[in-house]
């Protein structure tokens, strides 16, 4: 690899998904993988695969799914049956990596493993020569929290895992602790203290505890790092990870200041944080960098002036070279159909078949008759509302409701389920959603707890499609995340509950299949 060259290490579906409710399914993981690939990272983390069955099939799935350019990395901890597993679910990539490491900081040492220094760094050690027993030819090893680890500690852990066969040291602000220059000097010392770090590389992998995480990473970077861990849209634990998205940016758009690049095939940027977006139900906020709803929008006559000037007086950045179009064409209820492929194309969305396109149509069609214009971001709430992967036990017929400030909040819901069959009930509740619920879960009969509701508008106005955002929480503490887009808040309402049992019952009968075939092993 040439020495100005940053590899893009994604962790979405790994450290992204521990977000609290980012759930995702197998299939799920799968088409986010492809994107990611479309996008050009360089290693992908798809999962724990010890963690659950489900985390190892997704391993497994990505692995035969993506090309050979990229790199399928498996997280472990340092022990044997962990890396065993991982090994077996990466058998199907082309470029297998494991990643296996153990904490650092004496507060880990002390409390989380309660090993001496020498013990865990043998544990360490082992677990490298282990993997390279397998036939493993690249391992990457994490030392947990290095932000407040002793560094002469830190220097001899390293130099030990390097020496036993590891190929990547992964030296993770795992708190997000440190400041910038705090960071980039950890990077300095390694390379200046540590016998053979030249000959691997060193990895950025930050959290944003401080809002510091793409200042940390960009700063590992000039001190040597040559590979940074993200997640697109900045998801993960606590406040989240690295944003790819903002590194990505930083490295193209300040290349006289870091004098390095990555493979990345910026214009799918903002399709992929969409995709991601839609997938894990978690919203980008507004004012985002690079990928929010406000990164290229001006409000203010004096900025708009400067902007139809020179586009550059008030954007340091093209927003064609993200995936996002200047232009806005206006659809209405007349605009046919080749203006709104043409306008979905540009946006970044594509359709394998027809009917896909068409179910899109008939909700455009649906959404301009009640609104005048329908705008960018309505297009985008509609294609990630009638997307899914997920198959539909029960579907939206009618919804009707009739509440006030002198009567008592009632709901009449028509749903139709997979064999077809018209199923009607009604119930009442302490407000209209509430009622619309109840009257769900009397059809459907599938114990859950709804707990969070999220409404928003898609675009500004009376008109404005609302978007929902619903979890509900099931047997097990298992989390399903459903989303939905719509004039009407309560159709958006019932659907985005719909969407969540439906993940739901997918899941209870996928291992209700998984328990009858194994009763028959």
């Known amino acids: 690899m040439a020495n100005n060259q940053v590899q893009i290490f994604d962790t979405t579906l790994r450290d992204g998904e521990q977000s609290p409710g980012a759930s995702l399914n ?18 992908i983390e798809a999962g724990f695969p010890i963690s659950s069955p489900g985390d190892f099939e997704a391993v497994r799935r990505v692995a035969a799914t993506v090309s050979d350019r990229i790199t399928i990395c498996g997280l472990t901890r340092a022990v044997p049956k962990d890396i065993d597993v991982a090994w077996d679910a990466l058998k199907g990539a082309k470029r297998p990596r494991i990643h296996t490491g153990l904490g650092v900081s004496d507060n880990h040492l002390q409390h989380k493993l309660k090993k001496t220094r020498e013990q865990a760094m043998e544990i360490g050690v082992n677990a490298v020569k282990y993997a390279k027993s397998l036939g493993c030819q690249d391992i990457e090893y994490f030392t947990e929290d290095s932000g407040r680890a002793d560094k002469e500690y830190l220097y001899r852990v ?106 990345i095939t910026t214009t799918e940027i903002y399709k992929t944080s969409r995709l991601v977006s839609s997938l894990t139900g978690i919203l980008v ?29 008030y954007e340091i950045i093209d927003p064609a070279t993200v995936g996002i179009s200047e232009s806005k064409i206006i659809l209405s209820a007349r605009s046919g159909r080749h203006a709104l492929r043409d306008r979905l194309s540009k946006l970044g969305h594509t359709f394998d ?61 028509k749903l139709r389920n997979a064999d077809k069959a018209i199923l009607l009930d009604a119930d009442t509740g302490n407000g209209p959603v509430d009622a619309i619920y109840r009257a769900v879960n009397r059809i459907v009969q ?76």
């Not at 197998?26 to 996008?39: M, T």
């Not at 010392?189 to 940390?216: F, K, Q, R």
């Open 26 to 43: 197998i299939d799920e993981k799968v088409e986010i993988a492809r994107q990611l690939e479309r996008l050009g990272v360089d290693i």
């Open 158 to 263: 390293i130099e030990a895992v390097i020496k036993a066969g590891a190929t990547v040291i992964n030296i993770p602000d795992t708190t997000g602790y440190m400041s910038p220059e705090e960071y980039g000097a950890l990077f300095s010392g390694v390379l200046n203290h540590v016998p053979g770090s030249e000959n691997i590389i060193l990895s950025a992998h930050c959290h944003n505890d401080l809002g510091m995480a793409t200042a940390n990473s960009l700063a590992a970077v000039k001190a040597g790092a040559r590979q940074v861990e993200c997640t697109v849209n900045g998801i993960g634990e606590r406040a989240g990870n690295t944003s790819l998205e903002e590194v990505v940016m930083a490295i193209y758009t300040r290349g006289d200041i870091y004098q390095v690049q990555t493979n």
């Open 285 to 313: 906020q507004p004012n985002k960098a690079i990928v929010g709803a406000n990164a290229f929008a001006h409000s203010s006559g004096i900025h708009q002036d400067g902007i139809l000037k020179q586009r550059d007086t």
């Open 353 to 413: 078949v027809d009917t896909e396109f068409e179910r899109v149509y008939a909700r455009f069609l649906n959404v301009a008759d009640s609104k005048k214009v329908v705008y960018d971001e309505d297009l985008d709430a509609i294609v990630a509302d009638e997307h899914t992967t997920v198959a539909q036990a029960f579907e939206l017929v009618q919804v009707q409701v009739s509440c006030g400030d002198h009567s008592i909040p009632t709901a009449t819901v």
């Open 446 to 521: 599938i114990p859950n707890d709804l707990i969070e509701y999220t409404v928003q508008s898609v675009t500004e106005g009376i008109d404005a499609m609302a978007d929902v955002t619903i979890r509900i929480k099931a047997e097990g503490d298992m989390i399903y995340t459903g989303h939905a887009a719509h004039t009407d808040i309560f159709v958006a309402s019932t659907k985005a509950y719909l969407q969540a049992l439906n993940k739901q019952i997918a899941r209870v009968s996928g291992r209700q299949q998984e328990e009858r075939i194994l009763e028959h092993v």
